[in-house]
């Protein structure tokens, strides 16, 4: 059987499908267990009756557990997955994830070292995605009044801009600096008759602000 991926077509509705997910919630109940599964960005409510063979495998996943699920999509009004909902025959599990080594609530110090964990939270996921969107208009944009997107260096051989402290370090055998400002760069293009430019890019200022 084809294993789908999400978001799922309405079209589907009634058919048996497969699907890999990984765990984002699971409450377990004595009569059924819900599971909302994600392929990131999008998820599916999966529900796992006690009389089904699958429901001795659900009570072992955890949050962040993957497993491909198989059964019928069914359209469920209470569902907040799109008002679709998976109810599962059989269950695969392909890995039982740990425990999380830290939660919203721990220390900024903590958060930091457990990084690659600490992205798992959705509402960090999201400030993610929601900076490319934000990015991707303003890009558009620009583009749309005659702006041409550069791409200025970020390892300099010398102070980019007077006036700011700068990161230097040695650069096969020579002193070199992280850029500052993409200022020089951007004159440079204007100069040379592109007129109207634009950059999204780091700097690098060595100050403590």
């Known amino acids: 059987m084809k294993t789908q991926t999400l978001p799922l077509p309405p079209t589907l509705v009634g058919e048996t499908i497969r699907l890999g997910l990984a765990v984002l919630q699971i409450r377990i109940q004595k009569q059924?267990?819900?599971?909302?599964?994600?392929?990131?960005?999008?998820?599916?409510?999966?529900?796992?009756?006690?009389?089904?063979?699958?429901?001795?495998?659900?009570?072992?996943?955890?949050?962040?557990?993957?497993?491909y699920a198989e059964g019928v999509l069914c359209a469920c009004s209470q569902s907040k997955t799109a008002g679709l909902e998976l109810r599962v025959q059989a269950i695969e599990v392909e890995t039982v994830a740990e425990t999380l080594p830290i939660t919203e609530g721990s220390s900024a110090a903590l958060r930091q070292e457990h990084r690659v964990a600490e992205l798992k939270f959705p509402y960090l996921l999201e400030r993610v995605r929601l900076t490319a969107v934000i990015e991707q208009a303003m890009r558009a944009y620009l583009c749309e009044q005659g702006f041409v997107g550069i791409h200025s260096p970020k390892i300099m051989g010398g102070i980019s801009e007077s006036g700011s402290e700068v990161f230097t370090l040695e650069y096969f055998g020579a002193k070199a600096c992280l850029a500052q400002s993409p200022q020089f760069y951007k004159q440079i293009a204007i100069c040379s008759g592109l007129q109207k430019v634009f950059e999204f890019g780091p700097v690098f200022r060595a100050e403590m602000s």
């Open 32 to 67: 059924r267990i819900f599971v909302i599964g994600t392929q990131s960005p999008h998820a599916l409510q999966c529900v796992i009756e006690a009389t089904t063979p699958a429901y001795a495998l659900a009570k072992t996943l955890t949050p962040h557990s993957t497993f």
